[in-house]
C-alpha cells in the first residue's frame, strides 16, 4: 500500500525530528539545526493546509509553499553535510525522499494549474 502525501510528509517530519536531536552541539550547528527543523517539520503542516483550502488557487498557494520548505530544508541539510556536522551517507535516504516529495508535489502543481486553464 502507498503512503498518502499527508502521511509521507508527516513520516518525514519524524525524521527531520530525529535527525536533528542526533546533531552535535555548538553555535553554528545549533543556528543551522534549527532552520532545518523548522523548514522540514513545516512542510507536511502546509501540505496538510492544502488538503483543507477552499479552492485550487488557496491549495496552489499552499502547495507552492510546501515545495519552498523543501527546498530550504535541502538547503540546511547540504550546509549540514559541506560543514561536517553529518556524514553524507547517513542522510542518503532523506535526500531521496525530498527530491520524491518534490517530484510529487511538482506533479500535483502542474495538474492543477492545467486544470484551472481549461
Known amino acids: 500500500m502507498t503512503a498518502t502525501l499527508s502521511q509521507?510528509?508527516?513520516?518525514?517530519?519524524?525524521r527531520i525530528v530525529k535527525l536533528y536531536a542526533a546533531l552535535p552541539r555548538?553555535?553554528?550547528?545549533?543556528?543551522?539545526?534549527?532552520?532545518?527543523?523548522?523548514?522540514g517539520t513545516s512542510v507536511g503542516?502546509?501540505?496538510?493546509?492544502?488538503?483543507?483550502?477552499?479552492?485550487?488557487?488557496e491549495w496552489i498557494s499552499k502547495m507552492e509553499v510546501a515545495l519552498?520548505?523543501?527546498d530550504e530544508t535541502l538547503y540546511w541539510l547540504e550546509l549540514l553535510v559541506e560543514t561536517d556536522a553529518v556524514?553524507?551517507?547517513?542522510?542518503?535516504?532523506?535526500?531521496?525522499?525530498?527530491?520524491?516529495?518534490?517530484?510529487i508535489i511538482v506533479a500535483s502543481l502542474k495538474t492543477?494549474?492545467?486544470?484551472?486553464?481549461?
Open 26 to 39: 555548538g553555535a553554528a550547528v545549533n543556528v543551522i539545526g534549527h532552520q532545518f527543523l523548522r523548514s
Open 45 to 57: 503542516a502546509h501540505c496538510r493546509e492544502a488538503f483543507r483550502s477552499r479552492s485550487d488557487a
Open 68 to 70: 519552498q520548505e523543501l
Open 112 to 118: 492543477v494549474k492545467a486544470r484551472r486553464k481549461r
Open 87 to 103: 556524514a553524507a551517507p547517513r542522510i542518503a535516504p532523506l535526500l531521496e525522499e525530498i527530491n520524491e516529495l518534490i517530484a
Open 8 to 14: 509521507r510528509t508527516k513520516d518525514f517530519a519524524v
